[in-house]
């Protein structure tokens, strides 16, 4: 299983950009997919997920501004981000996991419950 990201660029504040995740192998159909970003001497936190039947949750500093998606027929997620601020910036990483089933936060936003990685991507968000 292969995860491959891709989307991220720069652009001015107030912006928008489209990450998209690809999933190669067997498992998209019943994988829990979510989307995380992490700054230099940061933790990855979790800024999207969405379960295998498109139920979708995020947290507030990024509501409302950032949507996830999933395409089975293309095995794809995408993370499309809008109103993009500064603080946005980082190394975006979309990730799998085939035990969560639900967005309960306790198991749905701990990085090591995730089986597979994408390889990450750069967004820089300039002010």
């Known amino acids: 299983v292969q995860l491959q990201a891709s989307g991220g660029g720069l652009v001015q504040a107030g912006g928008s950009l489209r990450l998209s995740c690809t999933i190669s192998?067997?498992?998209?159909?019943?994988?829990?997919m979510g989307w995380y970003r992490q700054t230099p001497g940061n933790q990855r936190e979790v800024v999207a997920r969405?379960?295998?039947?498109?139920?979708?949750d995020y947290p507030d500093s990024v509501k409302g501004r950032l949507t996830i998606s999933r395409d089975s027929a293309k095995n794809t997620v995408h993370l499309q981000m809008n109103s993009l601020k500064p603080e946005d910036t980082a190394v975006y990483y979309c990730?799998?996991?085939?035990?969560?089933?639900?967005?309960?936060?306790?198991?749905?936003?701990?990085?090591?419950?995730?089986?597979?990685w994408g390889q990450g991507t750069q967004v820089t968000v300039s002010s």
């Open positions: 990730a799998a996991a085939v035990a969560i089933t639900d967005l309960d936060v306790t198991t749905s936003t701990a990085a090591e419950r995730y089986n597979y």
């Open positions: 192998g067997s498992i998209f159909s019943f994988a829990f």
């Open positions: 969405i379960t295998q039947s498109g139920i979708t």
